[in-house]
């Protein structure tokens, strides 16, 4: 028995890696629409109806579309976008980031998958809060280095055509980048986290830092205490390793090309300052290889088919 799936906007950067990680599963039966149908509103409505699941891979206003075209209570739903990773009435796909929030995804009809760059900074963050080690109330840094997929189709053609802009560009300048508002309801904060991304001139690829003044904390934990909390929350067999923080540099490919997500403690335990560094794919844990772990918990599958550790 297998279940059907469409995806929506399967021939975008996201929609295209996630047809490679279920094509050839015996699970699974995939419905695509060809190039001359893929954005008719009758065709695509038709698909949503008539399949169990649907991944929605489409810029924000699509998705809504997609959404509202859906007109039984039967269809089940995975966005990608950031449509909904805020939203009442959909529950939040990172089957990680709080205990139990595997069985919420399971049950779920509406789903909305993590941004790439709220994966790699609620995974490092959220367990150290949950802890009580990171006040709720602290004003918390993000920096982030991301490959230039994370930008789709037009990015990608803007870094490969004839004028590819510099190896390195840092942006949302304006401190207002979409990801935040998930960054802070995802954490629990009180305050938005100042959030500084640069898209560098690699395909695929992230690094996500946390930046914490430990010696300043009301509970001064060491750097131990945040590894050990990490380590606590993750099981070892899953998408999300500890690795050891005394590691001279990491490097936006480490975990480019497959699924996993890589959490390093790292800093200068003498003075009390952490860097609390996440390497991942955006393609990968943050996009494609999340959406295809959410369909698989949602259809009661192996949580790991498909996937690259
Ligand atoms: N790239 C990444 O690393 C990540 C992306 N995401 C999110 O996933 C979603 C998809 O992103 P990404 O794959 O990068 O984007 P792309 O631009 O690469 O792909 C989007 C696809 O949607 C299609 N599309 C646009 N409007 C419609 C419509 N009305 N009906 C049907 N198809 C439509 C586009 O068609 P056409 O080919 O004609 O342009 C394109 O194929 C976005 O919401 C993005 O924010 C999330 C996490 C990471
Ligand atoms: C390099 C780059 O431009 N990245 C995109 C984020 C990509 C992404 O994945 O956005 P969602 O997760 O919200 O869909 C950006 O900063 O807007």
Redo the contacts with the bound molecule.
């Keep these: 028995m297998s279940v059907s799936v469409f995806i929506d906007g399967a021939a975008g950067t996201t929609g295209l890696e996630i047809r490679e990680r279920l094509a050839g599963r015996d699970d699974i039966s995939l419905v695509l629409l060809d190039d001359a149908r893929r954005k008719d509103p009758a065709a695509r409505a038709e698909a949503l109806n008539d399949s169990d699941f649907v991944i929605l891979c489409l810029p924000d206003d699509a998705a809504r579309e997609a959404v509202s075209l859906i007109a039984n209570d039967r269809t089940r739903v995975i966005d ?3 449509a909904f ?1 805020v939203a009442d009435g959909w529950t939040y796909g990172f089957a990680e980031v709080e205990p139990g929030q595997a069985n919420a995804i399971a049950e779920a009809k509406r789903v909305s ?6 994966t790699g900074f609620l995974a490092l963050l959220r367990p150290l809060v949950r802890a009580g080690l990171v006040p709720v109330d602290w004003g918390i840094s993000v920096n982030a280095v ?3 997929s ?3 189709k037009a ?1 990608i053609a803007e870094y490969e055509g004839v004028n590819p802009p510099p190896a390195s560009r840092a ?2 300048l304006s401190l207002a ?3 935040v508002p998930e960054m802070q309801k995802h954490a629990r904060l009180e305050h938005p986290p100042i959030f500084t ?1 640069s ?1 560098v001139n690699t395909y695929r690829g992230m690094i996500v830092e946390v930046p914490l003044a430990l010696y300043r904390f009301p509970r001064r934990p060491t750097l131990l205490a945040c590894e050990t909390a990490l380590r606590e929350a993750y099981p070892e067999g899953g998408l999300i390793r500890i690795a050891e923080g005394d590691a001279s540099a990491v490097q936006v490919e480490d975990d480019a090309g497959t699924d996993r997500l890589t959490l390093r403690v790292c800093g200068n335990a003498d003075i009390g300052q952490a860097r609390l560094i996440a390497t991942l794919d ?1 393609l990968g844990k ?2 494609a290889g999340a959406a295809v772990q959410n369909l698989n918990i949602m259809a009661g599958l192996d949580p790991l088919a498909g996937l690259t550790v």
């Design positions: 990608a976008s950031t990773r998958n993590p941004g790439c760059y709220p991301s490959g230039y994370g930008g789709g990015m942006y949302a980048h979409k990801h991304p898209v955006n943050g996009a």
